[in-house]
């Protein structure tokens, strides 16, 4: 076979000089909200998601051990290991047990600059961190919750160094926050280790409770304004979905205070539809590309984010899973940029701090291939209209040359011709040569 890896870099680069900026009486460069100059994410397209917290000690998923919305309820606990509770005592004990984790909590191999110079390596342009997930515990300095960092045996703030870390090396940091907390009395009433309490809701009809609700806002929007002021992040990333008239958290009036903090900022409240810079689709859902990408995305008018983990398992640490491979993780990065999207992969850090091996491995791989290759990604820019309905699919860019997965093949077109290539290794290798025309002017 003939190998073709110098000439993809070539191609690449003969391109590559010119950057990519969509221009200003284009409707998909206006958020449905707010004015942003943030070109900067969408030219990104490649995105390093970090869950983490106490919970890594019992290797489970976050957040969701505390859900029990009705007796009996199965409720996972440490490693793969799940419990019935049969009631109000035992689930007092157990959830008990998941808040406890924190006065255990001493990740003290925890080196964010390492990690922060991996995360160049392999290409991801910008962190998502947790800075506090639906449990409630508090990943940053926080003068709201004694439920945070500094209050661990740890007692070091974890944002603050992934953000120091990270913007040295030239990348951008984005804090996801939770608004749905399920260790608050004030949302899980009356009381929060013992009451039930549904995914993403609250208990009871927040309206009937006004004070209650008042009470809980002012907790919630205060660090969020703390989290603005103290480290203008680049990415604010709000998960649970609402629904306004049911369920409204106000998130959307610290919008200012964010883009005075960092006027690059871009953020999304998951599921407010209208009150986003850009588009979160569901978890894991890269094989909704296509339809994404179709007239829904071309209505909508806005830059998309697919999000997944590199583990096939929880979003937070888990050592009993195994691991997407490195052509898997490339093969998807490949068809999102293709289609104008990015992408976010997630990889949670262990108790003691580490990323686990399996995962550095792959993400090892990962950056071999970008080494070569990094240029076909970041500043590509979709052209419209696509064409997502044959096979194999692709579309084309602005750099004029696009690429696009086909299992472990990839697509390559210049406003010339398309190449058929297979990856092996750190190299792609030639299978044809022969497919249509995808330049589409």
């Known amino acids: 076979m003939f190998v073709v890896g110098t000439f993809c870099l070539v191609l690449v680069a003969s391109f590559a000089t010119h950057p990519i900026i969509a221009s200003s009486n284009d409707s998909r460069d206006s958020p449905f909200l707010f004015p942003t100059n943030a070109t900067w994410f969408k030219e990104a397209k490649f995105g390093l998601f970090i869950t983490w917290g106490p919970v890594a000690q019992w290797g489970t998923e976050i957040g969701f051990p505390l859900v029990c919305e009705k007796f009996p309820c199965t409720v996972q606990t440490a ?76 007692k070091q703030d974890i944002f603050g160094m992934l953000v120091q870390a990270f913007r040295k090396e030239g990348l951008r940091v984005g804090a996801y926050y939770c608004p749905s907390t399920w260790n608050s009395d004030d949302y899980w009433q009356p009381d929060a280790l013992t009451s039930f309490g549904p995914v993403c809701r609250p208990n009871y009809v927040t309206a009937s409770d006004p004070e209650r609700w008042e009470r809980y806002l002012k907790y919630l929007l205060g660090q969020l304004t703390e989290i603005a002021h103290q480290y203008s992040p680049d990415v604010v990333w709000i998960d649970c979905d609402e629904t306004l008239n049911t369920l409204d958290t106000r998130v959307e009036s610290l919008g200012q205070i964010f883009r005075e903090a960092n006027p690059e900022v871009v953020m999304q409240i998951r599921g407010r539809g209208g009150w986003e810079d850009y588009l979160e689709t569901p978890d894991k859902q890269t094989t909704l590309a296509n339809s994404i990408m179709g007239l829904s995305m071309m209505t ?89 309905t044959s096979d194999p699919q692709y579309g084309a860019s602005r750099r004029h040359f696009v690429m696009a997965s086909l299992n472990s093949t990839l697509i390559l077109c210049t406003q010339l011709s398309c190449l058929q290539l297979v990856l092996m290794g750190r190299r792609l290798r030639l299978l044809r040569n022969t497919l249509p025309l995808c330049s589409r002017q």
């Open 300 to 388: 909508a008018g806005v830059h998309f984010e697919v999000p997944d983990t590199l583990a096939n398992g929880p979003w937070a640490y888990s050592p009993h899973v195994s691991y997407q491979s490195a052509g898997a993780v490339i093969g998807k990065l490949v068809s999102l940029t293709a289609k104008g999207g990015n992408y976010l992969l997630n990889l949670g850090p262990g108790p003691d701090g580490l990323w686990p091996a399996d995962g550095v491995g792959v993400l090892n791989e990962v950056a071999d291939w970008m080494s070569t290759n990094g240029e076909s990604i970041e500043g590509t820019v979709e052209q419209w209209p696509h064409d997502f």
């Open 79 to 154: 490693g793969p290991s799940k419990e019935t509770i049969n009631n109000v005592t035992e689930l007092k004990a157990h959830r008990q047990k998941y808040a406890d984790l924190a006065k255990t909590f001493n990740p003290a191999k925890f080196d964010p600059v390492e990690m922060a110079k991996l995360a160049k390596a392999v290409g991801f342009k910008y962190l998502v961190f947790t800075t506090e997930h639906c449990d409630g515990f508090a990943n940053f300095k926080t003068n709201i919750s004694s439920y945070n960092i500094i209050n661990t045996p740890y």
